[in-house]
């Protein structure tokens, strides 16, 4: 799995790094944690179906993403 370094800290939990990932959700494939939109987008270009770009919290070292939710 790739992880760009120096992404932001999430400021509830330093644990964990704020970041755009590229996901399988079933069955899970975490592929990897980037840091802007754009270079997410550009690794779902050669991953398929299935995957998806999400916003999200990363804790490091590990396959644990949360993904952000928005209400308007």
């Known amino acids: 799995m790739f992880v760009v370094h120096g992404l932001p800290h999430d400021p509830t939990d330093h ?9 399988r959700p ?8 980037f840091a ?14 299935g995957y998806h770009v999400q916003l999200g919290s990363y804790k490091l070292g590990s ?3 949360r993904a952000f939710t928005f209400e308007l």
């Open 15 to 23: 644990e964990r790094v704020i970041g755009w990932a590229v996901i």
């Open 26 to 33: 079933a069955p899970w494939h975490l592929v990897g944690v």
């Open 36 to 49: 802007t939109e754009y270079m997410a987008r550009k690794e779902l270009q050669v991953r398929g179906d």
């Open 63 to 65: 396959q644990d993403f």
